[in-house]
């Protein structure tokens, strides 16, 4: 077939024309001096993206995979509880990974092909008096399914239950695809990455943390290799 080929998938994404030809450079040194000043404008032109101003963007090369990973090692330790439903194969597949880091993942299962329930999402956090449920989370666009949830009314759940854990979002494949408000609706974390809507080549992490997150890792006792500053 002649031209390009066509798949439609949710990513990655075709790159833009104008992005390739912006990408025929030569390469970056990445511990040069002037990296940093690079690094910034890139950082600096995610937070119109996430709708923060406070939060933090980090990009590192990685996949969405990788951006799950790094959220829960980073925020939280081996035995936390964390709060999260399963409604799809991705929505699975991050319960899955918290599992095998050593965390307590209480699951709300729902039938495939339906949202986050924010109003279970509540009944859990109001039932735990003693708030050993760290963080909540939620998967805004379930690929597998094509389900988008309700951020906003996951964030009311915690506010209307009074309960601090944080909200971690996986935005893989909704940030600039579907409407992400990281200030507005209080989100902690923000997993996302560059090959869906971003629409650039697939091997960077993309996320988001608020100053809550970031105070959160500096006691967290998640095994990584590489720390914050
Ligand atoms: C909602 C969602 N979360 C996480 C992932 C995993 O991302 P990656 O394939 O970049 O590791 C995907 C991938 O399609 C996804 O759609």
Redesign the pocket.
Known sequence: MAGRNFLFV??PTNVPDRILRAMDVPMEDHRSPSFPALARECLNGLKPIFKTTTGVPFIFP???????EAAVTNCLSPGDRVLASNF?Q??Y??IDMCQRLGLDVQVIDVEWGQGAPADRYQAALEADKSHAIKAVLV??????TGVTSDVAAIRKALDAAKHPALLFV?????LCSIDFRMDEWGVDVC?S?S??GLMLP?GL?ITCVSQKALSASKSAKGRRANRCA
């Open positions: 949710p990513g990685s996949s969405g995979t990788g951006c799950w799809g991705f929505s597949l991050w998967c805004q666009n379930e690929t597998a996986d935005s893989v494949s909704a997993v990455g090959q869906k697939a992490g």
